[in-house]
């Protein structure tokens, strides 16, 4: 290999003098980001103070009536609706009233009396009359209770005081349902799944304890267990090769039972063989029950089941090809399973950075809500029929037009939301990258310390200290590069929509692909900046020279690093897939058997709760996940800066890597380890 390749491949690291482990000499690192990072905080507080001063964050977390008034309080020139404070839909295009109390109905609908701008109307009004609208302040509308729903009247339903807001029980969302497809122009309303969406709401409601009990307290549970069994001998192998057989039981079985349905079909079907077999089939020479579309549901079914078994035997060589790699992998596994457990209060550092997030959100969305007050609402409508635009073409046409109100921000009030949006992809980022630095030097310290029994929970306080006194720049440098991504992706998602909006196929298709570029350098730098990180937290360097020598690392070892990487993400994948399945299927079988919920769609809550947990499952394997990356670059380093003998890897893992995975040793002309 030449010069100019081998430089380009960088120069083996070497040790500094008396190198023990992670530096203990530290230096502060890009001061200037993190002046900067202090500096946009400054900024965005500056902001805040102003929104808080001109806004009203009631207009935002009180809903709004149709005519611009907030209920539950006076807002600017319109009608004081202080004692108004609940609101209630008065159509299908969730426009709504102002009222004093939300209803109840008994068998969750009551046809036969109306809601809307004139009051409460119809046979039975004098038992809803705590209801009472605020009708002095919409002279200007009619009820049109024949144009339901879409008229400015509804019928009284069950609901609940949900946020101001008059929430629809499940019993008020079956009535309606089957009310809405019984009147004219029920085809328009049912072809929008209103009905179906509405049913979804109410069942997220009713079990918005189970969700959140679910969701996060068992779902943590669950991730303790999983990071405790990963510890265990033996355990993590059984869990993982478990696992990738599930998968391959799962793909082949769904192939094979889609198969094995397909031919039942065509066995019960007197005929359906022959007569799938003619390519002259015609439904008037089919005689029985036979039809052109009974043969095409068979054979999809049946070329679904070859796919799946396709996919099976595809599943099963590609395992075979990696079963090495697995096991170095699961070897790789097992020694970050040990440093965790050397520093067991390091599972607790997730929620460290949980309350940091929650500290900083919280300031940021009051900051966001005042500043989303300062539009102005602006009446618009839309028309009933969707055939007219305007109001006059509507009310021509004999439609309704339904009003409703939007907020209409200037440009500086939009470019303050721009920078407010900005500081959020920053800071988050920033709370992540520090995390990441803070992990990645517990897990450094342990990797390089021959005395591992002098590593314990103390390491991860030290850590703490050093990272957040001398790294916050690094980390603020990162978290800028990937926040400048984020908002450049952003900006493209808004483009995407006013594109989408004006129909242009090419713009679509150009910002699409934008798009995608974007994403994959979002991708690229998030793994070099991990890397970067875990060589500032072994040696001190600040973020240029850490990605720098990360990258040349990384390219010196492209194979070994690259198939332990993927194998890896593999298997925290599948520890991520573990914890949200089996906390989604406790929810299932808990929600299913359970005789005070009743719901219309169970699936619509197992699935929040699985949401959830992937989440909360998230925030604890990404602590192995990088601890694993530490002790995959800690031992690649640990190869190129001493000998077999000196090394600091414990010896079964450099014995096991070194004979399933080990480069060629380097000769004095080839100076790399790729």
Known sequence: MGDDEKQDMGTKMVAPADFAGPMDKRGCTDILCLLLIVAHWVAMTGLGAFAVSEGDYRVVLHPMDVDGNVCGIKYGDKADMTDYPNFYYINSYSTGVCVK??????????????????????????????????????????????????????????TASYMNRCALTGAATTALEAQISSVSGAQQMSSTDEGTLTKIYGDLYDSMTYILGFGF???MIVSFLYTFFLRIPGVLFLMIWGCIGAVFAMIAGIGGYAVTEAENWRTAEPGLTEHCSDATLTTDNVTGAVTATDCTKADGLMYVGYVFLGLAGVWFLLICYLRRRIQLALAIVKEAAKSIAAMPLIILFPVMQCAGFVVFMVIWMIYAVYLASL??????????????????????GGATWIRYQSFVYNDDQTKMGWYLLFTYFWSSQFIIALGQIVIAMCVAKWYFCRDK????????????????????????????IIAIIKMIRAAIAYAQRKAKQSGSKVAQAVLCALQCYMWCMEKCMKFLN???????????????????????????????????????????????????????GCAYFLMDSSTDLQLNYIYAPVFMVMILSWFVASMFMNIFGMAIATILQCFVADEEMFDAGTRFADSDLASFIDANGAPDKPTEKDDNTL
């Open 101 to 158: 109390t939300c209803p109840t109905v008994t068998n969750g609908m009551d046809y036969t009396t109306f809601i809307g701008v004139e009051g409460v109307s119809g046979t039975n009004s004098g038992e809803y009359s705590a209801v009472e609208v605020a009708t002095s302040a919409y002279t200007t509308y009619s009820n049109k209770v024949t144009d339901f729903p879409y008229g400015y009247s509804f019928p009284v339903l069950d």
């Open 453 to 480: 029994s002098v590593i314990s929970s103390g390491t991860v306080f030290q850590s703490i200290k050093d990272s957040f006194y001398y790294h916050t720049g690094t980390a603020a440098f990162g978290s800028l």
């Open 530 to 584: 991990k890397n970067a990180y875990i060589q500032t937290a072994i040696f001190g360097t600040h973020f240029c020279a850490s990605a720098k020598n990360a990258f040349f690392l990384i390219l010196r070892n492209i194979a070994r690093i690259g198939a332990c990487t993927i194998v890896s993400e593999f298997v925290i994948i599948i520890g991520k897939a573990f914890i949200c399945f089996i906390t989604g």
């Open 217 to 219: 307290c068992v779902a």
């Open 375 to 396: 539009g102005d609402p602006t009446e618009t409508g839309i028309c009933s029929t969707a055939t007219y635009l305007t109001e006059t073409l509507c009310d021509a």
